[in-house]
């Protein structure tokens, strides 16, 4: 082994179009490289080649490389973390660094055609970790990520994070929601994203006033239990278990707290009949600054926006609905109520029989 000059940026490999070799250019997600490839051709285990380079696609750089010391090595499984084996002594189906244009190429396990290899490899200077995911589905792209609301206010609302995907989420990926207050994530929670078709939803508890809070997602095939055992975050788990990663271009999402006084939201109902008028009776008020919005969901799929203090919507079905009133202040402070009230039937009216 030389010095530690470089990362990873160039993976070469067959298993596009075997027996075909291509070098492909690592997506950089900034603590993972990643490239995924769909195979065209069954082969057995030990013949498709593997190995990551320095240099381009177009212009691969041998001289500094991450493949085993020797030829003839084979991973021993696809859907595991490959320890890097940092002893330069023994040689390894791992990522480990090459010099001088050292090492040979290394080898998969069977692959079968029309199935996805996603590779992962760290960011280290020397030995790395890295894995290859196998799937029989190309996985789902996380294309957008927005949150809500924008302004976050100390003792307000929790943050909800919603996500869009390509396509519908397979039953064999699980998406997460990871945020930190630190930039370094050095400690972290991990909760999951509740998808519903193409869109997902997961939320983050409001910190204290003045903290930042960064965040990103991802998917994996590893489960919660994994990833978080104890309720402890395994950040290379995390990176190397990704299939598809958004974080915003490698800077994350972030938020900050702010402090500002938060709306005292309330109301009343009266009248809980089913094709009667309910009475809503807005009493929400705020010590300082002004409400500016005020936002209602009425648990049948309606809602409205209304400054009126006053006013009466008629169900048409019974049931027990969820009613939520978000009141925003002129700073996007918020603070939301919930009440759960029970549509009932119409009593039956009495017939009267003449004598």
Not at 108 to 134: C, H, K, Q
Request: with cysteine; aromatic share 12%; charged share 5%.
């Amino acid at each position: 082994m030389g010095k530690l000059v470089a990362q990873p940026t160039v993976l070469g490999t067959d298993v596009a179009n075997f027996p075909t070799y291509n070098t492909n250019s690592l997506i950089n997600f900034g603590k993972l490289k990643q490239f995924r490839v769909l195979a065209s051709a069954n082969a057995a285990s030990g013949q498709v080649k593997w190995e990551f380079l320095t240099g381009t696609a177009g212009s691969p750089n041998y001289s500094t490389n991450w493949r085993p010391y020797i030829g003839g090595l084979t991973l021993f499984s696809f859907d595991s973390i490959i320890f890097p084996h940092l002893s330069s002594a023994t040689a390894y189906a791992a990522a480990q660094l090459n010099t001088a244009s050292g090492g040979t190429s290394g080898f998969l396990p069977a692959v079968t055609s029309g199935r996805y290899y996603t590779f992962n490899i760290g960011d280290s200077l020397g030995n790395n970790y890295m894995a290859v995911w196998e799937t029989t589905f190309n996985p789902a792209v996380l294309t957008a990520v927005t949150q809500n609301p924008l302004v976050v206010c100390d003792g307000g609302d929790s943050v909800s994070v919603n996500v869009s995907a390509n396509q519908v989420i397979n039953i064999s990926e699980n998406a997460y929601l990871r945020y930190s207050s630190t930039s370094n994530f050095n400690i972290s929670s991990l909760v999951r994203i509740n998808f519903n078709g193409t869109n997902g939803i997961a939320k983050i508890p409001i910190p204290s006033a003045s903290n930042s809070i960064y965040f990103y997602v991802f998917t994996s095939k590893y489960s919660l239990a994994t990833l978080a055992p104890s309720g402890i975050v395994n950040e290379r788990y995390c990176d190397l278990s990704s299939l598809s990663i958004n974080n915003n271009s490698n800077s994350n999402y972030s938020f900050t707290v702010i402090t500002a006084a938060l709306p005292v939201t309330s109301f009343n109902l009266t009248a809980y009949c089913v094709g009667l008028p309910t009475n809503f009776t807005n009493v929400s008020s705020i010590s300082t600054g002004t409400i500016s919005t005020y936002n209602w969901l009425f648990g049948d799929g309606s809602s409205i926006n209304s400054t009126n203090l006053l006013f009466t919507k008629t169900y048409t079905a019974i049931g027990t609905y969820m009613v939520s009133l978000t009141a925003t202040s002129n700073l996007g402070c918020q603070k939301t109520a919930n009440q759960n009230i029970t549509i009932n039937s119409l009593p039956a009216a009495n017939s009267i029989n003449a004598n």
